[in-house]
């Protein structure tokens, strides 16, 4: 090929946006020519490095959109030292519940591996071509509060349309206002058989009206939520706290260990 043609296919690859293939075009080339393959496996070729390369960057972008606060996997999570069903979780990993519109609440204590589970669950919907987006709970509620002080009320229950799975983290953590609590009942009224969401909270169903301020509504909230629903139980002491007392308790020994030697 002249430099002149290959000038111009690379200028029709970047016309195309077929980055992948302007990328591996002399590689894959001079792969060919050398294997003495003809121009079907030649273009094959190329196409398949294109197809990838498009595969791992929509990933990237549903991984960034999700806005998780980091990623982690399942395959980290110490169900040793968790009181939680693995069992249920790897279910859950599966994802089947977004096809039948199931919620899912992991209620614990501060600790327990809430939020590890619920991002490693997204990370593989995530990986399964599935959209996901990731909220802190009391932010959500400031960006409700935001959108009705700007006169527009409704923009982020439409964006949210656009997901298969919401994760909401950390009910109970912060306080909100009242105000801000109606408009979250009404969010996730929307989303009702519709829209499956992950909750993570360290307060039992029967504190969740000092988080919504009206009975009422919180029943109401919890009738919604709990009638398609996956509820796992990550227990109340933290493994976290855990990992650390048996850290210093190592060390502790560790110290004695060398006064005694000494």
Known sequence: MTDS?????????????????????????????KGRKGPEEFLGELLDQEVAARK?????N???????PQVKDLDVFKFEESSVDES??????????????????????????????????????IRQGHKVRFWNLVDLVNELEREKEQNKTGS???????????????????????AGAQLLFHLMSSWYERLPVIITTNLEFKEW???FHNQ????????????????????????????RK???AGKGKAANDTLQAS
Request: charged share 30%; with cysteine.
């Open 88 to 125: 249920a979780v790897k279910r859950l990993y599966d994802g089947d519940f977004i096809r039948e519109k199931k919620n899912v609440v992991f209620m614990g204590a501060s600790g327990t591996g809430k939020t590890h589970l619920a991002i490693s669950i997204g990370v593989n919907l």
């Open 5 to 33: 043609r290959r000038d111009k296919t690379m200028q029709n690859l970047k016309g195309l946006k077929l980055g992948a293939v302007r990328r591996m075009y002399d590689e894959v080339l001079d792969r060919n020519l």
């Open 56 to 60: 791992v960057s929509a990933l990237n």
């Open 209 to 211: 009206d000092s988080m």
């Open 156 to 178: 982020l229950q439409r964006r949210m349309r656009a997901f298969s799975l919401i994760i909401l983290d950390e009910l109970g953590y912060l306080p909100f206002t009242a």
């Open 246 to 248: 048996q850290e210093s």
């Open 216 to 243: 009422k509504m919180t029943i109401a909230l919890l009738d919604r939520l709990t009638h398609h629903c996956e509820i796992i139980e990550t227990g109340m002491e933290s493994y976290r706290l855990k990992e």
């Open 62 to 68: 549903r991984i960034k959109k999700a806005k998780l």
